[in-house]
DNA sequence: AACCGAAGCAACCGCCCACGA
DNA sequence: ATCGTGGGCGGTTGCTTCGGT
């Protein structure tokens, strides 16, 4: 049984926003005494509040070290990347960003992170690719959202890597699943190996509504893409042949078991891993092994809420991407069950 | 200039847990 | 073991601002 809210029949107890008076009687009585108990400090600070109103606003604003402003392009990557590994433990991702709350951060999430993922074509809460039926027209959108991203950095024209690594996975998965929906539709013929035919083979599928072909409407070098996908080993495609669909199907269910395994995608790319500089595109070589997060003791705090402090792989748009079990959303004449209407 | 819808954000609500009596 | 209280948390609301028409 939940208590009563601490403000029930406290008649006459003002709500709404706070004045600077009143933020001056918070604050002037905090500094001289500490809040001490907070249900008895409106009396005590002469407000005309309920206690949990002013720890609110104690906590969210008036505190000195609060640090209000624009969030950082590097803010916003360490909120993305614990998000995917907390979810909305909003204050436990505060504690790793100084200066900013929990309200605020959250706040932030979900008027505009969550935007932009959900742009690029992942999910907000699993942090990996959506599955549902907008995937597949969803590249205008992702390449929008491409375009910004970067922030101040796109705005230059500088992209920010570890961005475009993330926007590359989850473009590698729609070209995938489009080239499943190719093959299977039997409509296209089949292609030869390669990214150039992939590309191609993709925009036929899908109508010409791809978005990868219009001419760089949203500034972006579809070549950066291209490499971005062939960052991983993406261009080691399985032959593919002129075949009935059974047999493209069976190549390309190869391609999504090796893609799912030991791809070395890895979502640390949002922590920092230092890919590229300036507005030069390198791609890793040799992609590096997928780190272990150590969930330490921080993840004690949450009052029994369930955060597993197992070692975990870091998540990616990517991972569990084996699991997905795209093939089993594939009606027997290769149509989507789902995903498509 | 006026209107309207979308976006952003401060603040509130209600549930939950920890802790002490 | 039970109950009441204090405080924290995530979700939601509603006001304000912004941008487009």
Redesign the pocket.
């Given at each position: 049984?939940?208590?009563s809210?601490?403000?029930?029949g406290e008649a006459g107890v003002?709500?709404?926003?706070?004045t600077p008076e009143e933020d001056k009687l918070l604050v002037d009585y905090i500094q001289e005494k500490g809040?001490?108990?907070?249900?008895?400090?409106p009396k005590l600070a002469g407000l005309n509040?309920?206690?949990?109103?002013c720890?609110?606003?104690w906590?969210?604003?008036l505190r000195p070290d609060i640090k209000?402003g624009?969030f950082t392009d590097d803010e916003e990557k360490l909120i993305i990347h614990l998000h995917s590994l907390?979810g909305?433990?909003?204050?436990?991702?505060?504690t790793k960003l100084p200066g900013r709350t929990?309200?605020?951060i959250?706040?932030?999430w979900?008027?505009?992170l969550r935007?932009k993922l959900l742009g690029m074509g992942i999910d907000p809460v699993t942090h990996r690719p959506r599955t549902d039926l907008s995937l597949l027209a969803g590249l205008p959108g992702l390449l929008a959202a491409a375009g910004s991203f970067g922030g101040a950095g796109s705005a230059t024209g500088a992209w920010d890597m570890n961005a475009l690594r993330l926007q590359a996975d989850a473009a590698k998965f729609q070209l995938l699943q489009g080239l499943v929906r190719a093959l299977t539709t039997a409509a296209v013929p089949a292609p030869a190996p390669g990214m150039d035919n992939l590309m191609a083979l993709l925009a036929a599928s899908n109508g010409g509504q791809s978005g990868m072909n219009n001419g760089g409407q949203h500034g972006v070098d579809q070549s950066m893409l291209l490499q971005q996908c062939q960052w991983d080993g993406m261009n080691n495609l399985p032959a593919l042949t002129n075949s009935a669909p059974a047999s493209g199907m069976h190549n390309i269910s190869g391609m999504f078991d090796s893609f799912g395994a030991g791809d070395g995608l890895s979502s640390t790319e949002l922590g920092g891993h230092g890919g590229a500089s300036g507005s030069n595109v390198t791609v890793d070589a040799v992609a590096p092994p997928r780190p272990m997060v150590a969930n330490d003791q921080e993840c004690n705090?949450?009052?029994?809420?369930g955060v597993s402090c197992e070692q975990t792989p870091a998540s990616s748009p990517f991972d569990g991407l084996e699991s997905l079990n795209l093939m089993d959303d594939l009606n027997t004449d290769g149509s989507w069950k789902d995903l498509l209407e």
């Open positions: 049984m939940g208590r809210p601490c403000c029930d003002k709500k709404g926003p706070w809040h001490g108990s907070w249900r008895r400090l509040r309920c206690g949990k109103s720890r609110l606003r906590t969210n604003y209000r624009r907390l909305n433990k909003w204050s436990s991702i505060a929990d309200n605020e959250k706040n932030y979900n008027t505009h935007k705090n949450n009052g029994g809420g």
